[in-house]
């Protein structure tokens, strides 16, 4: 089975600081890994994604996120946290074959920028 | 492209009550899902659709049916409305029903609340 943890529930950070939202999984095989977006009363938004290739994956509104197999993570970053990225970011994996390809989504992660 | 749209946005029920959540996606893609999002849970998977005539159950289907109308619409009904069942309904799609890498887009979600 496949599971996916973000261990904090809210990360805050202030303005103009870096940010980083941890996410691990677990998954038989090579994993297919997604950060959401959700802002207030909106429905989720595609961030990135990590398929294959290289392990830094660039994605919407200056975010990135590292794959890092040994420590079976995937961690979203932003080098200068904004007030606007405040909002509630989802992990999510897939496993690439075997079985089900329905995603599983983390319980969610807060962030909150501070001015 | 209006993307994947949701009616009604919100909705009260008392207990007992029977309503259908309408979703449709313009995006010409194969596979539709509904999720339930509460507080510290993430989202959870209640029914999907992989292609066009075929549905299944995910996580947390109990109470729940769905009907695939067509390619482009997914509807989530609930017979008899209970207090458990007071959440925000995510409903997304996906283009292709055998491709873990492809990226979901969400609908803005249907707030209910059940009394």
């Known amino acids: 089975a496949q599971s996916v943890a973000q261990p904090e529930d809210q990360v805050n950070v202030a303005e103009g600081n870096p940010l980083t939202v941890k996410c691990t999984y677990s998954?038989?095989?090579?994993?297919?890994l997604f950060w959401y977006v959700q802002y207030p009363n909106r429905g989720l938004q595609f961030l990135l994604k990590?398929?294959?290739?290289?392990?830094l994956v660039k994605g919407s509104y200056g975010f990135e996120a590292e794959f890092n197999k040994s420590q079976t993570s995937f961690h979203l970053k932003k080098p200068s946290a904004l007030v606007s990225d405040s909002a509630l970011y989802f992990c999510?994996?897939?496993?690439?074959?075997?079985?089900?390809?329905?995603?599983?989504f983390g319980r969610g992660t807060s962030l909150i920028v501070h001015p | 492209n209006a993307g994947v749209t949701q009616t009604p946005k919100f909705q009260v029920l008392k207990t007992g009550q029977s309503m259908t959540l309408q979703c449709a996606q313009d995006?010409?893609?194969?596979?539709m899902y509904w999720y339930r999002q509460d507080p510290g849970m993430g989202l959870r998977l209640i029914y999907y659709?992989?292609?066009?005539?075929?549905?299944d159950k995910g996580e947390v289907p109990n109470g729940y049916n769905v009907s695939r109308l067509n390619k482009r619409e997914f509807s989530l009904r609930l017979e008899s409305a209970a207090p458990s069942q007071t959440s925000v309904y995510f409903c997304?799609?996906?283009?292709?029903?055998?491709?873990?890498?492809?990226?979901?887009?969400f609908g803005p979600g249907t707030r209910l609340l059940v009394l």
């Open positions: 997304a799609s996906s283009e292709s029903p055998l491709a873990p890498q492809e990226t979901q887009y």
């Open positions: 998954v038989s095989g090579n994993p297919y």
């Open positions: 990590y398929i294959t290739g290289d392990n």
């Open positions: 999510a994996v897939r496993a690439p074959s075997g079985g089900s390809y329905i995603p599983t």
């Open positions: 995006m010409n893609h194969n596979s």
């Open positions: 659709s992989a292609s066009e005539g075929t549905t």
